[in-house]
């Protein structure tokens, strides 16, 4: 099953597409949808939406695994992360593909191991798991790489929620 992970924002949005046939997995692309901060929200959400779109045309996959907002102390923060977010959720329902969303712990420990493990950890081992020749950058294409390869060691075609939650 080929899998779009995304990283979700509206300054920075990572995007991987991966898949894994008979215990391997595969690589298609990965990188970020980096906008401007002093750009205005509208044409930041224009642009992700465009680069999602793209890339579900490009590499056809077969759903989307999102990572779920986390809520800490900075509460627009979390505002901006749901716009992006929701242009996320738009752009694989025009494409009418299945969504799964992990939180960060599921994502961490299912790549490092350990669901507190830091963001450079978490890079490394997608790395490793992976075979990239390099260490991914930036942090939210690793991101979106891990939460792709957590989607993939969870999911099972018959059950609708496997760790994740189909959305």
Known sequence: MKVLGIDPGTRIVGYA????????????TYGAVVTQPHTLLSQRLKAIYETLTKIMVDFQ???VAIEKIFY?????TAIRTGEGRGVALLAAAMFQLPVYEYDATKIKKS???VGSAH?????????????????PNPLDASDALAIAICHLQHFQPNISEAGGILI
Not at 17 to 28: I, N, R, S, W
Not at 72 to 76: E, F, I, P, V
């Open 17 to 28: 597409v991966v898949d894994q046939e008979m215990g391997q997995f595969h690589t298609y």
């Open 111 to 113: 790549v490092a191991g």
């Open 119 to 135: 963001k450079t950890q978490v890079q490394a081992m997608v790395q490793a798991i992976l075979q990239l020749p390099q260490v």
């Open 72 to 76: 800490g102390k900075n509460l627009q």
């Open 61 to 63: 996959p077969q759903a």
